[in-house]
């Protein structure tokens, strides 16, 4: 049986509901995305951030930023323990998965799967 085509499907449900924190920026790191578990991650409402760039939510910039890095290299980051803190002050230690999502060839977004990681 062949598989369906995956642009017919509808992820959303499922990377709203998962036990990851999920983010997923335009190329520009505007926020698209932020599912349920990332907010109680950082003790943001995903309400507040989307529209948000990830530069005005967290204390990073460009050059720290694994979602911008992954964004500049077109390439995937995995397996990273990272440490963060939201512009409120929260710090948040994750292991973090950084993907470059493509559109016939053209970057249009990159998803960041992030899971709670204490030292």
Same mark, same amino acid.
């Given at each position: =049986?062949p598989?369906? %085509?995956i642009?017919?499907l509808n992820l959303?449900?499922?990377?709203?509901?998962?036990?990851?924190g999920v983010?997923i $920026? %335009? $190329?520009?790191?505007v926020?698209?995305f +932020?599912?349920?578990t990332q907010?109680? =991650?950082d003790?943001?409402?995903p309400?507040q /951030?989307?529209? &948000?760039r990830l $530069?005005d939510i +967290?204390? !990073?910039? /460009? @050059? @720290?930023s !694994?979602i911008h890095q992954c !964004?500049?290299?077109r390439?995937?980051?995995q397996?990273v $323990?990272?440490? +963060?803190q939201?512009?409120?002050g929260?710090? /948040?230690n994750?292991l973090s998965?950084?993907?470059?999502?493509?559109? %016939?060839? &053209? !970057?249009v977004?990159a998803?960041?799967?992030?899971?709670? +990681?204490?030292?």
């Amino acid at each position: =049986m062949p598989l369906p %085509d995956i642009e017919n499907l509808n992820l959303e449900p499922i990377i709203s509901s998962m036990h990851e924190g999920v983010i997923i $920026t %335009d $190329t520009k790191g505007v926020i698209c995305f +932020y599912n349920k578990t990332q907010g109680k =991650m950082d003790d943001l409402n995903p309400d507040q /951030v989307i529209g &948000a760039r990830l $530069t005005d939510i +967290y204390q !990073l910039d /460009v @050059t @720290t930023s !694994l979602i911008h890095q992954c !964004l500049s290299s077109r390439k995937p980051i995995q397996n990273v $323990t990272f440490f +963060y803190q939201t512009h409120l002050g929260k710090q /948040v230690n994750i292991l973090s998965h950084v993907h470059p999502l493509f559109d %016939d060839g &053209a !970057l249009v977004r990159a998803i960041n799967f992030s899971k709670d +990681y204490q030292m």
